[in-house]
């Protein structure tokens, strides 16, 4: 019965908005869907959980390879696997040769969590536009209305006119806003794991225990903004 009632006044809105409504309509729920895939997807790999991490990171910093591989192993972060394999492999292999080979994987790993940003994005900003588009569309079929009653204005013409047209640019803004803050929300997630992911490179290629006799120099940004 709830359906039913969703649905009907769904049906409403959409015959009183016309076909920006319905397109801003389909806008949120593919807007939904990505929001639902992206929260799964960020689960899954674990974002977030950085507190064995941080630990590994300040394990390496130390020198304890041992130690950092037993919280890298317990960690159900997907940076976890990458930095396993970058300790196993980083003393049998040519350091600045693996160093660039897993700044790419990690760059990639990242890039996979970006993945609908600019959908996300798109919606936000095209959203608002297509409303208020909706608004004009709709004033001037007002307008026309009041012109056609001729001499027999009556003012509620007009105002019904308005608050419908109006209604789009309401619907846009409904769409916006929840989009752009959820994208801000994911972008913040996602820049915490670039910088997690950074760390712990710089901290496997140039611990602390190394630095301070000599024995590695500094490096610049590792893990690369996606361009």
Request: hydrophobic share 50%; proline share 4%.
């Amino acid at each position: 019965m709830t359906l039913d009632i969703a649905l009907s006044n769904l049906t409403g809105l959409v015959d009183l908005g016309g076909p920006v409504v319905a397109i801003l309509l389909a806008m949120s729920l593919i807007s939904l869907a990505v929001v639902i895939y992206k929260i799964g997807q960020f689960v899954q790999a674990g974002v977030g959980r950085h507190d064995r991490l941080r630990r590994a990171s300040a394990a390496l910093d130390r020198g304890e390879g041992a130690r950092a591989r037993q919280l890298l192993g317990d960690s159900r972060s997907h940076l976890a696997p990458l930095a396993v394999q970058m300790l196993d492999r980083m003393e049998a292999a040519d350091p600045e040769t693996y160093q660039a080979r897993v700044e790419v994987e990690a760059a990639e790993r990242l890039d996979r969590l970006e993945t609908g940003f600019r959908l996300l994005d798109s919606i936000a900003q095209v959203a608002p536009l297509l409303g208020l588009f909706g608004t004009v569309l709709g004033m001037i079929d007002a307008f026309q209305a009041l012109q056609e009653a001729g001499d027999s204005v009556d003012p509620s013409i007009l105002a019904g006119g308005i608050w419908v047209a109006l209604m789009t640019t309401a619907a846009g803004l409904a769409v916006a806003m929840p989009t752009a803050l959820i994208l801000t929300w994911f972008e913040t997630r996602t820049e915490a794991e670039r910088a997690m992911a950074d760390g712990l490179i710089r901290r496997a290629f140039c611990p602390v225990s190394s630095a301070r006799t000599g024995a590695a120099e500094p490096h610049a940004a590792l893990v690369p903004h996606a361009s």
